[in-house]
Antibody
């Protein structure tokens, strides 16, 4: 079945970086893009950025420009999200989602909890 | 940046119809997607392209979009429909944007 499986929870100190992985299976990885969405405790969904698994083109939300990098590895059908210079307000659950423009985010990973604390 | 406005909460009795709105500038010209999120779970796409349902989503759930408001309608509401609901669009200046979310309470 089509699924996205994310890497495990992370605890980081302020100023550090975190890398979250998202492994796809059950579909042709390069035929869809991947969006990353985060959700702070008790808050709503926040879109972070999108990457084409076909050619690696990225589009980041302005809020994260300069400290966010998204990549894909087509040999393993895995997407990666790296957020740098972490702050306490980056504490959130981070989701990857299969995202074909115009059709919504139809498959979601289980989420990865990232905690930023000194 | 583009802003989507949703009511924070909607309450409805079982068996009745719930309507959740999503407002935005000229939203009628955009494709609106809706997600359902239950506590501790990842979101689930329930409506895409204004009114299309992914496979497995019941016909009780429908969507519409015109003018300044998109609407998610849930007919014959059940206890299992209690969740947070988010609208989402693509905008040329902001790319993907989510609304603030609406908590649906089944009385």
């Amino acid at each position: 079945q089509v699924q996205l499986v994310q890497s495990g929870a992370e605890v980081k100190k302020p100023g550090a970086s975190v890398r979250v992985s998202c492994k796809a299976s059950g579909y042709t990885f390069t035929s869809y893009g991947i969006s990353w969405v985060r959700q702070a405790p008790g808050q709503g969904l926040e879109w972070m950025g999108w990457i084409s698994a076909y050619n690696g083109y990225t589009n980041y939300a302005q809020k994260f420009q300069g400290r966010l990098t998204m990549t894909t590895d087509t040999s393993t059908s895995t997407a990666h999200m790296e957020l740098r210079s972490l702050r306490s307000d980056d504490t959130a659950v981070y989701y990857c989602a299969r995202d074909e423009e115009g059709y919504g985010m139809d498959v979601w990973g289980q989420g990865t909890t990232v905690t930023v604390s000194s | 940046s583009y802003v989507l406005t949703q009511p924070p909460s909607v309450s409805v009795a079982p068996g009745k119809t719930a309507r959740i709105t999503c407002g935005g500038n000229n939203i009628g010209s955009k494709s609106v997607h809706w997600y359902q999120q239950k506590p501790g779970q990842a979101p689930v796409l329930v409506i895409y392209y204004d009114s299309d349902r992914p496979s497995g989503i019941p016909e009780r759930i429908s969507g519409s979009n015109s003018g300044k408001t998109a609407t998610l309608t849930i007919s014959r509401v059940e206890a299992g429909d209690e969740a947070d609901y988010y609208c989402q669009v693509w905008d040329s200046s902001s790319d993907r944007v989510f609304g603030g979310g609406t908590k649906l309470t089944v009385l």
